[in-house]
């Protein structure tokens, strides 16, 4: 019998849904054997209070599994979140602003009132513009990775998360058994010359292309971080690979993290700067270094800049 | 009772452990809101460390090396005063203040400057109050 | 001639400090140990200490291990209640008769219950207590006794006296150990080698009458004030007036009580050590009594050894000991309730009449008749006071073949100096015994480890009471509650000493019986215990790393002592933190790495040539190397030792036994220029003066660099001709140059550059030297006028000898201070000496014809070159640091690595000999192993989660870790990577692991989950 799956999204850009379509073939079966697919705003009108709007219970229908992309960002999205766990046996966080917070969360860094005006007030384009407080949900005070609110029984990053993950899980649920992931760092799958960090002593954004010859394979190419680009490799995790290759470092462009950190509750900008820092670089050198948790500003790893007190200013 | 801080503190076995048994030895009182873990060197203190005891309550946290120069490991302390440097930028990150982390140089023979540092982050912390007791919003 | 065929055991005579280091070093270097000791247990006088000077160390506390380790010996044999009856057959093989009295309990039986001492109904006067507390006539010498065994004193027992009397004790004994007809017992033994090491007795006071003791009873010993001092003495540490139990307000320490006094009791020489230890009770005293006022009447402070000035300056400036310059020559009563009244001439020539609540006397040691005896017996030569005569350049060696000496049999000497002379003894025997190495010895065998991989956590907590160290402060019984809450804690319970060998057994059982795989024990600091509890883990049959000590008294009950609440809460919280690090503790294997059989030994000066002759006497190959072009170093300049031995004639004596010896390979004119590898695998590169850089292997290493001559600023002595340092004036002398040999008037000054701020410490070898030259001046001549301007008159030992030779002769010795130094100015062709007189209290003026410095030993500047190669420190004058200044003291904290000599600390001609022979000793228990075990800390690749990703490979301080391709591949055929660790390189720093951002790398038994355990537990609130 197929499996009762619901789709649902959040603080989400659709890529996690793309993701899914790019299965592929694998999706076939999936869809038409498998799977049932019992509410998925991205491909059906569901709505959540009755088709006409005028239910007063949150609809979400039971299911056996449950895939939410995106952060929550909204007090729509936790309840939202809130329906989808009670309603799913096995609830699946897909992509990495469901598991750590994603992009949005980078949010999570500045003051949220002044955050909220800058999207809603661009003065130059909106003049006397204000934040709406009717229409739109009242955002929460920061945004949030689903764990952080719900229980999530499956994580699954990756800005997009890789689709041969997606099916591997799916496929897992189906079968009911554990599913095979990667649970190292992009560093694993990553066939390049490494031999030690002690020798950058500064980490240059990459504005130039990494050294290597055009007609060598990558396994003949340094790492780039050893080449003294800030490549996230070994603070992010695996999951990326397609063909067995990290995808940035397959193009010779440094991993930019978006799988989140390696171990879960991990931090990837203390950890890079540690790594950095620990191998003698200068780790002042990182430009703008908050923005190493550009994909995993949630559980707290983004927070704005403390104020200092007038004592403190001096 | 006023608010009495809880720090933890890193010593390495070589310096900062030996001068703790050293101020026992000698019977030097400190204050009591210090926990000491033994590491080997301080330079074995990951950084996360520092920030999970933090969350978990911890007022302050002090790393105690062997003066520079004088590592048991060569200069394992460089690496840990390094990680330092990164540990007080990114407090701020974190939301907390940087005040409530230091690390410090003593040898083996120096339980006074044990006994100094600990009283020291001790009673700095105990102006600051209890760790995340202030909005962090400001 | 037929060699006789040497026999691979030794007897050592005398259970203390000195034997015991003795019996170890020879036990692991291959030769079975006889240990004989006279009373019911071993220790000796140091178990009767209460802390140890410079560090204050518990003395218990830091002896209490090497008793256990000496119990516990495979190859040492402890027979008690022994005492030598003969000996016949010579060096080499001895037969030695070893009487053996009744101890009247079975020791396979006892289980020092302490039933049969609480029914006893006999109690006499405790000799362990020094006679200030009471025992049973059953009795436990003491509670940290090695073997942990009762005994009957004969001499006391009322059913031994009068059988039929009493008996409760064999009632009251279940185990049915008692056994009154116990009979002597009488051994003999073959042995190669017999060495002596009985100690000393404490003066005793009494028969002399003028300081009252025994008849005042607030007139005590300075080892009674040690025992009323000790948490285990007959006050549980609090000090009260024998008379009347009243707080001691004022006490008075008079020193040289039975040293220095010919007249009163026939005793010319120094004992050493009762400065030193009077200056500690003095502090401790303060310490435990805050208010309380400790005056120390002294005639020269000599406080000569490493940290003992620092550690007199800060009694006096810092605890406010007052120090008076003066003997007292008697203490009378003042009124009717035990106060006691001084009187003395002040340093302002005044006479002072003061009063005390308590006097202490600083008694001195000296060697009882019955040592005397056995001395007789066995056929040596002793001293005229009574110490086993030896050259200075054989300090352990006696007059007759085969049979050795150390300690304070050997001469008055403290702590570290005995050790050192324990070891030295060793190594002379080691070289004697050669042939017969590993002989007789048997292997050591662990029961099988148990598989605990399977169980899950079975913890036992173990809280120590530490006699009242700990007990006194923390609530120990709330401690053992909380740890019974605590997840896996299966089983808790309290001890006394956790450390004593009882309790060793204690643990053993309970290991057994409850099937415990973990275990903590709340006790003291795991840089002196941890070891301990290892071994009784693997007696056990348990990993011995499965053990986590909470220091719960010099973290806690040491420095809280002032709140017992707060004392008691952090004891809980550091049992929390125990129990939560060990519950994801596993067993960790022990690497092994085979010894390179050879030795290094860099200096070859006295210490570094004594060190490499012994190794290779003992078997062994040793690389000398040396930075001139000649071997002798600052021996050199020497003319005489202390004792009158030629110094230029032995020193050549050795030069050409290192040069005809062949193991011995010498290195002329070379110095170290790098070091690889660790202990048993050292690769020392030498590069000598041509540049050639020659590598070799070594299993270990002694550095006897030496140390130098300070050139002083003072006194005129860069300017005025004629003011010479003693070494330049020796040589002078010896080419009798004009100045000298027409010289009528020699003003010797001392503590040149020594005892000062910069250099707070004594150089120990300039009071002797200046007055064995200012001798020699007047033996010459003796209308000279000689004089010598001292702080302190430090002749220590047998060295007053000279001192008192000096005054007879004329020699006048001027006292001066700090704040008074003399005054040297050149004036015409003489030189004009210029200080304040003392005695006469009005400046004086000497005119001279040469002044002579007493310049001080100062360090090497190699020794930082060295430090930095070998990982070795320095401590803050510049002299390498050992690993423990009492008991191991030419030991580094590096494995493997020795020191000797002057590089140590200043030190005469017999102590360097001693320590390289004893930095020989030590070595030789590496060299005649096979491998060494090195510690299991270290770092370890987890392949679950380390991919090679390479962040931790220059973070290395060792380089101990490298990049390999694992058996795996990647989906397109990529080899997958991962770091691989040198087990032998890695010293388990941890720097990989503060660096790894994945758990990847992580040091076993601190690891980041372990670490981050112990963080949670300690914010639990």
């Given at each position: 019998m197929a499996v009762r799956t619901v789709l649902e999204w959040l603080n989400s850009c659709s890529g996690c849904e793309i993701a899914i379509l790019n299965i592929g073939e694998a999706l076939v079966p999936l869809l038409t054997r498998h799977l049932e697919l019992v509410h998925a705003p991205i491909l059906m009108d569901h709505k959540y209070l009755g088709q006409r709007g005028d239910g007063t219970e949150f609809n979400i229908p039971e299911a056996e599994v449950g895939l939410v992309s995106g952060g929550v960002a909204t007090v729509e999205h936790l309840?939202?979140?809130?329906?989808?766990?009670?309603?799913?046996?096995?609830?699946?966080?897909?992509?990495?602003?469901?598991?750590?917070?994603?992009?949005?969360?980078?949010?999570?860094?500045?003051?949220?009132?002044?955050?909220?005006?800058?999207?809603?007030?661009?003065?130059?384009?909106?003049?006397?513009?204000?934040?709406?407080?009717?229409?739109?949900?009242?955002?929460?005070?920061?945004?949030?990775?689903?764990?952080?609110?719900?229980?999530?029984?499956?994580?699954?990053?990756?800005?997009?998360?890789?689709?041969?993950?997606?099916?591997?899980?799916?496929?897992?649920?189906?079968?009911?058994?554990?599913?095979?992931?990667?649970?190292?760092?992009?560093?694993?799958?990553?066939?390049?010359?490494?031999?030690g960090k002690g020798a950058v002593s500064v980490v240059r954004r990459f504005l130039v292309n990494a050294e290597f010859l055009a007609e060598d394979p990558i396994d003949r190419m340094r790492c780039l971080l050893e080449q003294g680009f800030m490549c996230m490799g070994p603070v992010t995790a695996a999951g990326c690979a397609g063909g067995g290759l990290p995808r940035c470092i397959a193009a010779r462009v440094p991993c930019r993290g978006c799988f989140g950190p390696v171990r879960r509750d991990g931090n990837q900008m203390l950890d890079m700067m540690n790594a950095l820092a620990s191998n003698g670089s200068d780790f002042k050198s990182v430009v703008d270094r908050r923005s190493l948790l550009r994909f995993s500003g949630a559980h707290g790893g983004l927070r704005p800049l403390r104020r200092k007190s007038a004592a403190e200013r001096g | 009772m006023g608010f009495e801080p809880k720090i933890i503190a890193f010593c390495c076995n070589w310096c900062s452990y030996a001068a703790a048994d050293l101020a026992g030895t000698a019977r030097m009182q400190y204050p009591h809101n210090v926990r000491i873990i033994r590491v080997m060197c301080s330079g074995m203190v990951h950084p996360e460390l520092v920030l999970d005891a933090l969350s978990h309550g911890a007022d302050g946290v002090i790393v105690l090396g062997c003066h520079l120069g004088e590592c048991h490991y060569q200069d394992g302390n460089r690496k840990a005063l390094a990680r330092s440097e990164v540990i007080t930028e990114l407090l701020e990150d974190f939301g907390y203040e940087t005040e409530r982390y230091e690390i410090s140089w003593l040898s083996s023979s120096e339980p006074d400057r044990l006994v100094k540092a600990f009283t020291g982050i001790t009673e700095r912390v105990r102006k600051m109050g209890p760790v995340n007791a202030r909005d962090l919003a400001g | 001639m037929l060699e006789t065929k040497k026999v691979g055991s030794v007897m050592i005579v005398g259970g203390g400090v000195t034997g015991i280091q003795a019996a170890l070093d020879l036990a692991d270097a291959g030769y079975f140990v006889y240990l004989i000791e006279k009373s019911g247990a071993i220790g000796g006088a140091m178990a009767q200490l209460d802390k140890t000077f410079p560090t204050n160390d518990c003395s218990m506390c830091i002896i209490a291990p090497k008793l256990v380790e000496c119990g516990r010996h495979l190859n040492i044999r402890i027979l008690t209640l022994s005492t030598v009856a003969g000996i016949s057959g010579s060096a080499g093989n001895f037969k030695i008769t070893v009487k053996e009295r009744p101890r009247y309990v079975d020791v396979d039986k006892c289980i020092a219950c302490g039933l049969c001492a609480e029914k006893c109904p006999k109690k006499v006067s405790d000799e362990y207590n020094a006679g200030t507390g009471r025992r049973k006539a059953v009795f436990l010498k003491y509670p940290q006794a090695v073997p942990l065994k009762y005994q009957i004193d004969p001499e006391a027992c009322l059913q031994l006296k009068k059988p039929g009397s009493c008996g409760l004790c064999e009632k009251v004994c279940d185990a049915g150990a008692i056994n009154f007809a116990d009979t002597e017992k009488a051994h003999a033994f073959s042995v190669g080698a017999l060495v002596l090491a009985p100690g000393f007795e404490p003066f005793n006071p009494e028969a002399a009458g003028?300081?009252?003791?025994?008849?005042?009873?607030?007139?005590?010993?300075?080892?009674?004030?040690?025992?009323?001092?000790?948490?285990?003495?007959?006050?549980?540490?609090?000090?009260?007036?024998?008379?009347?139990?009243?707080?001691?307000?004022?006490?008075?320490?008079?020193?040289?009580?039975?040293?220095?006094?010919?007249?009163?009791?026939?005793?010319?020489?120094?004992?050493?050590?009762?400065?030193?230890?009077?200056?500690?009770?003095?502090?401790?005293?303060?310490?435990?009594?805050?208010?309380?006022?400790?005056?120390?009447?002294?005639?020269?402070?000599?406080?000569?050894?490493?940290?003992?000035?620092?550690?007199?300056?800060?009694?006096?400036?810092?605890?406010?000991?007052?120090?008076?310059?003066?003997?007292?020559?008697?203490?009378?009563?003042?009124?009717?309730?035990?106060?006691?009244?001084?009187?003395?001439?002040?340093?302002?020539?005044?006479?002072?009449?003061?009063?005390?609540?308590?006097?202490?006397?600083?008694?001195?040691?000296?060697?009882?008749?019955?040592?005397?005896?056995?001395?007789?017996?066995?056929?040596?030569?002793?001293?005229?006071?009574?110490?086993?005569?030896?050259?200075?350049?054989?300090?352990?060696?006696?007059?007759?073949?085969?049979?050795?000496?150390?300690?304070?049999?050997?001469?008055?000497?403290?702590?570290?100096?005995?050790?050192?002379?324990?070891?030295?003894?060793?190594?002379?025997?080691?070289?004697?015994?050669?042939?017969?190495?590993?002989k007789l010895t048997?292997?050591?065998?662990?029961?099988?480890?148990?598989?605990?991989?399977?169980?899950?956590?079975?913890?036992?907590?173990?809280?120590?009471?530490?006699?009242?160290?700990?007990?006194?402060?923390?609530?120990?019984?709330?401690?053992?509650?909380?740890?019974?809450?605590?997840?896996?804690?299966?089983?808790?319970?309290?001890?006394?000493?956790?450390?004593?060998?009882?309790?060793?057994?204690?643990?053993?059982?309970?290991?057994?019986?409850?099937?415990?795989?973990?275990?903590?024990?709340?006790?003291?600091?795991?840089?002196?215990?941890?070891?301990?509890?290892?071994?009784?883990?693997?007696?056990?049959?348990?990993?011995?790393?499965?053990?986590?000590?909470?220091?719960?008294?010099?973290?806690?009950?040491?420095?809280?002592?002032?709140?017992?609440?707060?004392?008691?809460?952090?004891?809980?919280?550091?049992?929390?933190?125990?129990?939560?690090?060990?519950?994801?503790?596993?067993?960790?294997?022990?690497?092994?790495?085979?010894?390179?059989?050879?030795?290094?030994?860099?200096?070859?000066?006295?210490a570094g040539m004594t060190a490499a002759l012994s190794l290779a006497e003992q078997g062994f190959e040793v690389h000398l190397v040396e930075k001139t072009d000649k071997l002798g170093g600052n021996s050199l300049n020497l003319k005489h030792t202390y004792s009158g031995e030629h110094v230029p004639m032995k020193v050549a004596k050795l030069i050409d036994r290192i040069l005809l010896n062949e193991k011995v390979i010498l290195h002329k004119e070379s110095v170290v220029s790098g070091v690889e590898g660790f202990v048993g695998n050292f690769k020392t590169t030498l590069k000598n003066v041509n540049g050639r850089s020659r590598t070799i292997e070594h299993g270990v290493g002694i550095v006897a660099t030496g140390g130098k001559i300070y050139s002083p600023d003072e006194y005129g002595y860069k300017t005025i001709r004629r003011v010479v340092t003693s070494i330049e004036f020796d040589k002078l002398h010896d080419l009798k140059e004009t100045h000298v040999k027409r010289g009528k008037s020699f003003v010797f000054i001392q503590c040149v550059g020594s005892r000062e701020k910069e250099r707070m410490y004594c150089s120990k070898v300039c009071c002797t030297h200046s007055v064995q030259s200012a001798i020699e001046l007047k033996r010459e001549d003796s209308s000279r006028n000689v004089y010598i301007l001292y702080r302190d008159m430090r002749t220590y030992g047998?060295?007053?000898?000279?001192?008192?030779?000096?005054?007879?002769?004329?020699?006048?010795?001027?006292?001066?201070?700090?704040?008074?130094?003399?005054?040297?100015?050149?004036?015409?062709?003489?030189?004009?000496?210029?200080?304040?007189?003392?005695?006469?209290?009005?400046?004086?003026?000497?005119?001279?014809?040469?002044?002579?410095?007493?310049?001080?030993?100062?360090?090497?500047?190699d020794a930082e070159n060295l430090a930095k190669l070998y990982n070795i420190p320095l401590e803050e004058n510049g002299f390498f640091q050992e690993a423990h200044v009492k008991l191991r003291p030419v030991d580094f904290m590096t494995d493997g690595m020795f020191m000797a000599g002057l590089a140590h600390y200043p030190k005469p001609v017999d102590e360097s000999v001693a320590q390289a022979l004893a930095a020989s000793a030590r070595a030789a228990t590496l060299l005649s192993r096979k491998e060494v075990t090195l510690d299991a800390v270290k770092a370890i690749v987890d392949p679950a989660f380390c991919d090679g990703c390479a962040l931790c490979i220059d973070v290395c301080p060792y380089q101990a870790i490298t990049l390999v391709e694992k058996d795996a591949v990647t989906a397109d055929g990529q080899a997958v990577k991962i770091v691989a660790i040198n087990e032998a390189q890695c010293k388990g720093c941890g720097l990989c692991q503060g660096t790894c951002p994945k758990r990847g790398v992580y040091v076993a038994g601190f690891t980041l989950d372990q670490l981050r355990d112990q963080v949670r537990a300690a914010l639990q609130a």
């Open positions: 309840q939202v979140l809130l329906q989808m766990r009670e309603k799913c046996r096995i609830l699946i966080a897909l992509g990495t602003c469901a598991t750590h917070g994603g992009i949005p969360a980078l949010m999570n860094g500045q003051d949220r009132k002044e955050g909220w005006e800058g999207v809603f007030q661009t003065r130059t384009t909106d003049p006397g513009c204000s934040v709406p407080d009717v229409e739109v949900p009242a955002p929460l005070d920061r945004v949030y990775a689903c764990d952080e609110k719900v229980e999530i029984d499956l994580f699954l990053p990756g800005c997009p998360p890789n689709p041969a993950l997606i099916a591997e899980v799916l496929m897992a649920v189906v079968e009911d058994r554990d599913p095979v992931l990667p649970h190292k760092s992009v560093c694993d799958t990553c066939p390049v010359i490494r031999e | - | 003028i300081w009252g003791f025994g008849k005042f009873p607030n007139v005590i010993t300075s080892l009674q004030l040690e025992r009323y001092l000790s948490a285990t003495g007959p006050t549980d540490g609090h000090l009260a007036r024998p008379s009347d139990g009243k707080p001691v307000r004022k006490i008075a320490f008079l020193q040289c009580v039975g040293s220095r006094d010919e007249n009163k009791c026939g005793k010319g020489y120094c004992s050493s050590i009762c400065c030193m230890a009077a200056i500690k009770e003095a502090s401790m005293v303060k310490e435990h009594m805050p208010g309380l006022s400790a005056s120390i009447f002294y005639m020269d402070m000599r406080t000569h050894g490493k940290g003992f000035d620092k550690y007199y300056e800060q009694a006096k400036s810092e605890l406010g000991v007052r120090f008076v310059r003066c003997r007292v020559h008697g203490v009378e009563p003042h009124g009717k309730n035990g106060d006691l009244r001084l009187r003395y001439i002040n340093e302002q020539g005044r006479q002072v009449e003061e009063y005390y609540d308590m006097v202490v006397l600083s008694v001195g040691i000296e060697t009882p008749k019955h040592m005397l005896d056995m001395a007789d017996l066995v056929g040596i030569q002793m001293t005229a006071n009574n110490f086993a005569a030896a050259s200075d350049f054989s300090p352990v060696t006696t007059s007759k073949e085969g049979i050795f000496t150390c300690g304070a049999f050997a001469g008055p000497k403290d702590i570290p100096q005995s050790v050192v002379e324990g070891s030295a003894a060793a190594a002379a025997v080691a070289q004697f015994l050669a042939p017969a190495r590993g048997r292997g050591k065998a662990y029961p099988e480890e148990r598989d605990v991989s399977m169980e899950a956590p079975r913890i036992g907590v173990f809280v120590c009471h530490c006699g009242s160290n700990i007990a006194g402060v923390v609530d120990v019984v709330a401690v053992e509650k909380h740890a019974a809450t605590l997840p896996f804690v299966v089983h808790v319970e309290r001890n006394i000493f956790a450390c004593s060998e009882d309790t060793q057994q204690t643990l053993i059982s309970r290991i057994k019986e409850k099937g415990l795989n973990r275990i903590v024990v709340a006790a003291c600091t795991p840089r002196t215990h941890e070891y301990l509890f290892r071994g009784t883990l693997k007696a056990a049959g348990l990993n011995e790393y499965m053990v986590e000590i909470a220091n719960i008294r010099n973290h806690n009950s040491w420095v809280h002592a002032e709140n017992q609440q707060v004392a008691t809460t952090k004891a809980c919280d550091l049992v929390r933190m125990a129990v939560a690090k060990i519950t994801s503790s596993v067993p960790l294997a022990a690497v092994t790495v085979p010894i390179v059989p050879k030795g290094l030994v860099i200096g070859g000066g006295l047998e060295r007053e000898s000279l001192y008192k030779k000096a005054r007879q002769m004329g020699v006048v010795f001027i006292n001066y201070e700090l704040h008074g130094k003399p005054k040297v100015t050149a004036n015409g062709k003489s030189i004009d000496v210029e200080l304040w007189d003392h005695v006469l209290h009005r400046p004086l003026l000497i005119k001279a014809d040469m002044v002579i410095l007493a310049a001080a030993i100062v360090a090497n500047k």
